[in-house]
Structures are given as C-alpha cells and as structure tokens.
C-alpha cells in the first residue's frame, strides 16, 4: 500500500471533505481525488459515500481511517524510536504555551529533558494568543492550547488532549465567597477582566451572554497574568481563568477564587497536521503528555476524577 494515498484518505476523512482536505494538505483537489479513488480500487473497496452535500465515510472507510491513523503514526516515530535508542538528539525544539501553564510546566520539563538528553534544546515561549500563529509559521514545534472543546480545532492541527480543566472566577478577597461555586449565567452579567479575542473561553461566555440577551461587560482587556492581577486586585473586575492560572492569581495575595459550575477547559497539544514531528519534538511532546498525567494524579489540576482513571 502507498502510504501517501493512505495520509490522503485520512486527510479527508478528519477534514470532511475534498475541499476542505486539499487546502489543509496543499494538494490540488482533482489530484487528491484522484489517489483516493487509486486506494479504493488498490482496496477493491468503496470507503466514502459520494454526494452533492459532500463525503461520507462508509463502514469499510470507517474501519480503514482507525487502522491508517495507527499505521501513519507507527511510521511517523521510526525516526524517533531510533534517536531514543541512541540518545543522540542534537537539535533544538520550540514549545509554546500560556504563561499559566509555562510557569509549572517549562521548568520541570526542561529539567528532565536535560537530564537525559544534554545535547537536546528547549525554547520556550508564551504569548497565548499567537500560539496558532506561530505553528502556521514554524516559529514553534507544538504548543499548548486552551479550548472550550477539543471540535473547535480544525482538521490543519494534530491534538492531542491533556486535561479537562475546571474554569474559576477571580476576584477580590471582599468580592468571593470561595465556599461555594457561581453560576455561568451571573459570570457573564458581572464587570469582567478578559483575555483579547481570539479566545475560546471568551467567545462561550459572549454565546452564554447572547441567549441571555446581553452583552459582555468587558471592562479591561490583558494576554498577561500579572496584568490581570493588577486589574483585579484594583477592583476594576473579575477574572475568569482555570484553576491552575487562577491559583497563581490566588497565591499572588489579595485575590480569591471560586470554581464556576459547569464550564471547563480542555489543555491540548497541538501540532501542525501536515507533518510529522522531528525526533525531538516527538521526545518533548511525549514529554509534555507524561508530566501532565503525573501533575494530574498531583492533585496540580482542578480536573475530573474520570481522567484520572
């Protein structure tokens, strides 16, 4: 089998379509057409259902997309299954992340990557906001992202989920009664402090506004943590973080925290889908993915106790 008529058919399986795939996979529509159909005839096997509304997997393109995806990404780490046996790993790799999550994350990976692979680089960076911007362009390797949900990601991102996070409100010690929880539907009514759009938590909490008939009441806008510390312990507004941001906030002094019912945030690792990771970055997310599982079991995380399972 041609394994890239095979990452072409998962192309347009995850994409939803031909369309859709051929920009993600910078190939030319009829030409992808093409070498799916040079599968399905290799196959001798129909693997979408074909119409005027687009594709649609059928049983046999069901089961193949579960077996490629395990094939393709068996493939993707022979290279870095052979850099791990010989530890020779020379090169730099780019991590980017919130300054939250950087801020207990970077230390502790750095540290153990440089205690076995001394020869292995790691560049960290922040700015949450740009994160997608800076994979689209090779500024960084992977990056960790924050969505309400992992479908809002499209189908140009390799994710991988990490934790499911509680959402907290932060405010002043005399503005939360952090015995009990808030519902999202108060949230949105009160003067917020927010992270600038484009922002996922942002934009469910302007769709919880919107059913309510209202308008966010955005009093100040800031990317960094301290900044919003700053707003908030001057009482221009609440917060609204997960709990690991909204514990630094805490731990700052002068502020308190309360869980806010029903609104979590998914922490995901993304990566460009068009690619396979470098040995290293391959190293450094399964890194990533390890140190999340032992932060988790930690208690580091407001997460749900399933995850942990």
Same mark, same amino acid.
């Given at each position: 089998m041609d394994l890239r008529k095979l990452r072409y058919f998962v192309g347009v399986a995850e994409a939803g379509g031909f369309r859709r795939a051929s920009e993600v996979l910078f190939i030319a529509q009829p030409s992808l057409s093409r070498h799916v159909r040079e599968l399905e005839f290799e196959l001798d096997m129909k693997l979408f259902d074909r119409g005027s509304l687009g594709v649609k997997l059928t049983r046999e393109g069901r089961n193949l997309l579960l077996e490629g995806k395990d094939i393709l990404e068996r493939v993707d780490n022979i290279r870095t299954t052979l850099a791990l046996r010989t530890r020779a790993l020379h090169t730099t790799v780019k991590i980017g992340a919130p300054s939250s999550m950087a801020e207990i994350l970077f230390g502790p990976l750095t540290q153990r990557l440089h205690d076995i692979y001394p020869d292995l680089h790691v560049v960290c960076?922040?700015?949450?906001?740009?994160?997608?911007?800076?994979?689209?362009?090779?500024?960084?390797?992977?990056?960790? *992202?924050?969505?309400?949900?992992?479908? +809002?990601?499209?189908?140009?991102?390799?994710?991988?989920? %990490?934790?499911?996070? !509680?959402? &907290?409100?932060?405010?002043?010690?005399?503005?939360?009664?952090?015995?009990?929880?808030?519902?999202?539907?108060?949230?949105?009514?009160?003067?917020?402090?927010?992270?600038?759009?484009?922002?996922?938590?942002?934009?469910?909490?302007?769709? *919880?506004?919107?059913?309510?008939?209202? +308008?966010?009441?955005?009093?100040?806008?800031?990317?960094? %943590?301290?900044?919003? !510390?700053? &707003?908030?312990?001057?009482?221009?507004?609440?917060?609204?973080?997960?709990?690991?941001?909204?514990?630094?906030?805490?731990?700052?002094?002068?502020?308190?925290?309360?869980?806010?019912?029903?609104?979590?945030?998914?922490?995901?690792?993304?990566?460009?889908?068009?690619?396979?990771?470098?040995?290293?970055?391959?190293?450094?997310n399964n890194m990533i993915t390890r140190l999340f599982s032992e932060m988790a079991a930690g208690g580091v995380f407001d997460v749900e106790e399933r995850q942990l399972q």
């Amino acid at each position: 089998m041609d394994l890239r008529k095979l990452r072409y058919f998962v192309g347009v399986a995850e994409a939803g379509g031909f369309r859709r795939a051929s920009e993600v996979l910078f190939i030319a529509q009829p030409s992808l057409s093409r070498h799916v159909r040079e599968l399905e005839f290799e196959l001798d096997m129909k693997l979408f259902d074909r119409g005027s509304l687009g594709v649609k997997l059928t049983r046999e393109g069901r089961n193949l997309l579960l077996e490629g995806k395990d094939i393709l990404e068996r493939v993707d780490n022979i290279r870095t299954t052979l850099a791990l046996r010989t530890r020779a790993l020379h090169t730099t790799v780019k991590i980017g992340a919130p300054s939250s999550m950087a801020e207990i994350l970077f230390g502790p990976l750095t540290q153990r990557l440089h205690d076995i692979y001394p020869d292995l680089h790691v560049v960290c960076s922040g700015h949450s906001s740009k994160l997608l911007a800076s994979l689209e362009t090779d500024e960084i390797d992977s990056a960790i *992202v924050t969505r309400v949900s992992c479908a +809002e990601m499209g189908a140009a991102w390799k994710c991988d989920p %990490l934790i499911r996070e !509680q959402a &907290f409100l932060v405010g002043r010690k005399d503005q939360i009664n952090e015995q009990g929880a808030v519902c999202l539907e108060d949230v949105v009514r009160l003067p917020l402090v927010l992270t600038p759009m484009p922002n996922s938590r942002r934009t469910q909490m302007q769709r *919880v506004a919107n059913t309510l008939g209202t +308008e966010l009441n955005v009093v100040a806008e800031a990317e960094s %943590l301290s900044a919003h !510390q700053s &707003f908030v312990r001057q009482g221009l507004g609440f917060a609204v973080f997960s709990y690991t941001a909204a514990r630094l906030m805490k731990e700052a002094g002068q502020l308190a925290i309360t869980p806010i019912e029903d609104f979590w945030s998914w922490r995901l690792l993304v990566r460009r889908a068009d690619r396979a990771p470098s040995p290293g970055a391959a190293l450094v997310n399964n890194m990533i993915t390890r140190l999340f599982s032992e932060m988790a079991a930690g208690g580091v995380f407001d997460v749900e106790e399933r995850q942990l399972q």
